[in-house]
């Protein structure tokens, strides 16, 4: 293997031990088998430092916490610690852009947490916890508040939190002294829509949400000096004449490039590709295509954006598909690998 680079595998569910590592070779889009990494009850999400030196992962101790690792030069993970979220079991983390403030989004019960992270990666205990509030029309899935991601704004000012069971974006300040939050907006979306995750375009003026229950994509211009969020499109994920089965959007994801954008259809298990207009942000459907999996929750492009990894949930599977460069799309290698109850893949 001439570039390998360690792909990290959150996992949940009856069959996972924890968190699992397989490494890419960067030039032939080769997996190595995945090996579990360390043993921890249902890690889901995953997060990485900047410097790829440290791992935070949710985990079930305590009823719901989150867990601190170090990463070794062999590329092995050593717990650091663990804290207690302080409301429930989370399903989504990320750190801040300087690495010392972690979030947890905790879906079920409707709260996030903040915590401080120590110098040496270690993680505080809980500084804050949010209660959110609201419903929407969906009555199954919209009964109260879900948050259901947690993103710091790349100026590092801001806090997004898409809340699926609200249909907004809620926007807080971050103080990083505290390792608090201060209500500071929210971005309003489609009744019945379920925002469920967000990505940044590269310059910061845009945003991409995947809405999870209208199975679409709205773009946002991005004012960061005000931290303003603006609807300007909204896009089908996947149609309603396509859905032949319950269907549930989950990921979305940039291209190292910024020039296309790809989210994830469960149910249809397919990833759809767009490609991004380069003055306006502006998303063109491209294709669909099949993750040869089931229920992909998650999906990952590596740093050299020439290889798409899609995690099928259900069928216990890691696809691997190559990237078109001039158009976004995606080529199946025939390359399938087996690991269990795959929630994220993180590299």
Not at 309 to 336: E, H, P, W
């Amino acid at each position: 293997m001439t570039h390998p680079l360690p792909l990290w595998i959150g996992t949940g569910g009856k069959g996972s031990q924890g968190i699992y590592r397989t490494m890419l070779d960067t030039e032939t889009g080769k997996l190595t088998e995945p090996v579990l990494a360390a043993e921890i009850g249902n890690p889901g999400f995953v997060a990485l430092n900047a410097d790829r030196t440290l791992l935070y992962s949710l985990c079930n101790i305590d009823g719901g916490s989150v867990a601190a690792f170090s990463i070794g030069a062999d590329d092995s993970l050593t717990l650091l610690n663990t804290q207690s979220t302080g409301d429930g079991s989370a399903s989504h983390l990320s750190l801040d852009r300087t690495g010392r403030v972690l979030f947890s989004a905790q879906y079920g019960s409707g709260s996030i947490t903040i915590y401080p992270v120590a110098e040496d990666g270690s993680i505080g205990e809980r500084a804050q916890v949010i209660k959110h509030s609201g419903s929407g029309p969906n009555k199954d899935r919209q009964e109260g508040p879900h948050p259901h991601f947690v993103g710091a704004s790349p100026d590092n000012r801001f806090l997004l939190v898409p809340d699926l069971g609200a249909d907004q974006v809620v926007i807080y300040r971050i103080d990083h002294g505290t390792a608090t939050l201060a209500p500071h907006g929210v971005a309003i979306l489609a009744p019945g829509s379920g925002p469920r995750h967000l990505k940044f375009s590269h310059d910061g003026t845009k945003i991409y949400l995947i809405n999870e229950l209208s199975m679409t994509v709205t773009v946002f211009d991005y004012e960061a000096a005000f931290g303003i969020m603006t609807p300007i499109q909204t896009i089908a994920s996947l149609p309603e004449a396509m859905w032949k089965v319950p269907n549930k959007a989950a990921e979305i994801r940039l291209h190292p490039t910024g020039k296309f954008v790809y989210a994830s259809n469960r149910g249809h298990d397919s990833l759809a590709v767009f490609s991004v207009d380069g003055a306006s942000g502006l998303l063109s459907f491209v294709e669909h295509e099949a993750i040869r999996g089931a229920y992909p929750r998650n999906f990952n492009i590596d740093p050299t954006g020439k290889w798409l990894i899609a995690a099928g949930r259900t069928s216990n599977t890691l696809s691997i598909f190559a990237i078109n460069q001039d158009t976004g799309k995606l080529y199946f290698t025939a390359d399938v690998l087996n690991v269990p109850d795959p929630i994220c893949v993180e590299y």
